[in-house]
DNA sequence: CTTTTGATAGTAACCGGAAACTACCCTATG
DNA sequence: CATAGGGTAGTTTCCGGTTACTATCAAAAG
């Protein structure tokens, strides 16, 4: 750990990054609203006044890391759907991609649960439902291909059916987390998808 | 709001019961992490200090709260489990009991949310566990009820589908404390509830 | 190739405020 | 009048944010 007494003066823009990189990981080391901004000057081998000179406030921070998750996620998954055979399995393929994801970064679901989004700042209120409603449309927009090449039911209500997926991915999450220690992502992932797939499979595929 | 200038000198055991209401209301207002002791006091019109009286720590404060959610959602849930005429419409039953007590309690999710509970009070977070557990279970034992009858499929992985269920009722309290506003628990899960019963159902009752 | 200089990352010490908890006193009520 | 519930006025700690100063580096100037 003692390998820092040189470690200083980056340029800005490494700076911010870092400081990112270390916001997320404090956060799902200590939870969103434990992490200090002397945690993080300190995890970074920096006095804290330093962090405000890269960002003008606390909420700032926050807000950089939001983005910088909804940037890689939308990346990994955008790559999983493209690498489906047809709309049900690239449905897979991202609901697994989106849950290995996850299982990596224990401190998205944390922020996404943090009181800081809900109640104290709009501005990444506002960045969470975008990604969400973005995200829905693009799930009910393949289970709505799956439809029509009948491989998912005629009758499927499929914008009901994106609500209920990722319903089925937070609820994972948080029970996951909940239960840290007695339950693993992936597996429960593994063992549930399935459920849901028999909801929305045409009845002559079974 | 003014309307107690005169309400003073409860009993103790109904002060510790207002105490509970009063930080349970607030909760849902401001988010957990953001209710004082202050603000208890406050809404009781009493002073600070007077809280600690009845209480020796704010962590006592919240366990108690959760204790009184625990008891009420057991004893709503099993009245409505009691009613159901056959183990799938108990589930359904239950389902909707459970949506409409938390939409008329807004405060537990953001309980179960609470970085309080995940990071900083063992004492609270085994409790949730238990609650967890043991209403999984109930599900669980539910299903395999509706397997035996022939209600639902026979291959169902009964344990896996109770995952489900309540990833799903997290996941719907979730996305609609985020897009608050925008989307309304109970409409949301009427429509999703159905596309989860297509994923258990015997294929003969359709 | 060296020196100067300007920009800026980083430091240290501090501030205002808020929150949990406490010590001590008061007073309404039975 | 005794006592349990309540009030007053702190203390301590911590956190986000600021400010005045310093160290470093790169490029222009010589």
């Not at 340029?11 to 609203?33: H, K, P, S, W, Y």
């Not at 999983?80 to 709309?87: I, M, Q």
């Not at 393929?93 to 290995?100: E, L, Q």
């Not at 809900?118 to 829905?136: D, M, N, W, Y």
Request: net charge positive.
């Amino acid at each position: 750990m003692s390998s820092e007494p040189v470690r200083k003066r980056l340029g800005a823009n490494e700076r911010r990054e870092e400081i990112v990189r270390v916001t997320l990981d404090l956060a799902a080391r200590q939870g969103v609203d434990d992490v200090t901004t002397q945690d993080m000057a300190q995890a970074m081998g920096v006095t804290q006044g330093a962090v405000f000179r890269h960002f003008p406030s606390k909420d700032a921070i926050w807000l950089a890391v939001m983005q910088w998750v909804r940037d890689r996620l939308m990346a990994v998954l955008g790559r999983a759907a493209a690498e489906g055979r047809d709309p049900l399995d690239a449905l897979q393929r991202v609901f697994f991609a989106h849950i290995d994801f996850i299982a990596g970064k224990p401190a998205i679901p944390r922020l996404l649960m943090s009181e800081h989004l809900h109640a104290r700042s709009p501005l990444l209120r506002k960045l969470v439902t975008e990604i969400l409603l973005g995200f829905e449309a693009k799930i009910a927009g393949l289970l709505e291909d799956a439809r029509k090449q009948g491989l998912a039911r005629g009758d499927l209500d499929t914008q009901a059916a994106a609500t209920l997926y990722l319903g089925m991915v937070q609820g994972l999450v948080l029970q996951t987390s909940i239960l840290r220690g007695q339950r693993e992502l992936r597996s429960e992932a593994a063992r549930t998808f399935p459920i849901f797939l028999q909801a929305i499979r045409a009845p002559s595929d079974r």
